[in-house]
């Protein structure tokens, strides 16, 4: 079993940028790849970004790329996700979600049903 722990979501104004923490705990060595995923009031969740553990790749969504960086810190067991140049559309609760499944990042990690475990969520609000 994997435990997972996001924070770091609050209010912030349209162009701002929040960094969100996803804390891992359990057992994380079986963990291959890290994704996050938000879910906006009366929408479905969709993908953001996700990396591979093993190989350090990154993949994102188009509607944030360029504006949000995954990145991953094998010591701590913790993946960030910082949002920068944020959009009212950003609104939403942002999951981390773990999988312990191999699969090639581009193709497998948008897709919510190869993911093992997920966190509670956090809550992002941005303001215009």
């Known amino acids: 079993q994997v435990q997972l722990v996001e924070s770091g979501g609050g209010l912030v104004q349209a162009g701002g940028s929040l960094r969100l923490s996803c804390a891992a705990s359990g057992r994380t060595f079986s963990t291959s790849r890290t994704g996050w995923f938000r879910q906006a009031p009366g929408k479905e969740r969709e993908f953001v970004a996700a990396?591979?553990?093993?190989?350090?790749?990154?993949y994102y969504a188009d509607s944030v790329k360029g504006r949000f960086t995954v990145s991953g810190d094998n010591a701590k067991n913790t993946v960030y996700l910082q949002m920068d140049s944020l959009k009212p559309e950003d609104t939403a609760v942002y999951y981390c979600a773990a999988s312990s499944r191999p699969g090639t990042l581009w193709i497998h990690a948008p897709r919510q049903g190869t993911y093992d475990y997920w966190g509670q969520g956090t809550q992002v609000t941005v303001s215009s």
């Open positions: 990396i591979s553990w093993s190989s350090g790749s990154t």
